[in-house]
């Protein structure tokens, strides 16, 4: 059974609670989020993401976060780089991430409530698709783009944008490829990527 900490909307911990039962009642509870970003030997910046396994409850096939999870009753944010392992098979450093602040998310669809606070952090790791070993029941690709070729799409100045993908290698990318909820968080953090890779500070998403 895996158990969950869960909050009110104020994020006050109010209990622990099974996973199932989380997302069929609807209690808030926390997530981490790693969006790994990559300035390449041209100056050229690239976002990794994967593809969500065909089996996922939500969002079945569509690309999201670079690495995202559960936090387990009684884990802390350092404890979220177990997900980048699990799922992307690379290990990583809690100090090697950059946080960039808190994210509310709702999804309601099938009789999943999911209410979500995401702790999210970019990590810059410029390390090959083919060096990744993705967790075959969580993620079914890695697919990595230029960031600007990214914020052209989601900006509606292009309707399509090339992409390496490490299973399928050259591939074209789609808005609808996406998960791209209402707060265009996809959209947000590639804005945020590109100042962090530029070397601003004062990121927040």
Known sequence: ??????????????????????HREGDWHRTFHCWIVYCDER??????????????????NL?????????????????????IAEELGIQVYFN?????????????????????????????DDRPLSAYEPQAAEVSDLVCFRIDDGLALFDGTCDSIPAESRAAGDITLRQTDFVDPLDRYTYRVLVLARRFLNG??????
């Open 200 to 205: 601003e500070s004062h990121l927040v998403i």
């Open 1 to 22: 059974m895996e158990l969950l900490d869960i909050y009110d909307e104020n994020l006050v911990h109010i209990g622990v609670k099974e996973r199932e039962a989380v």
């Open 63 to 83: 690309l999201d976060v670079s690495a995202a999870g559960h936090y387990a009753a009684g884990e802390t944010m350092a404890d979220g780089v177990r997900e």
């Open 43 to 60: 100056g050229l910046d690239f976002i990794v993401l994967q593809r969500r396994g065909p089996d996922k409850q939500t969002y079945p």
């Open 96 to 124: 090697d991430l950059v946080p960039v602040g808190l994210r509310y998310s709702v999804y309601r669809q099938d009789g999943v409530v999911d209410y979500e606070f995401n702790d999210v952090f970019l990590l810059n």
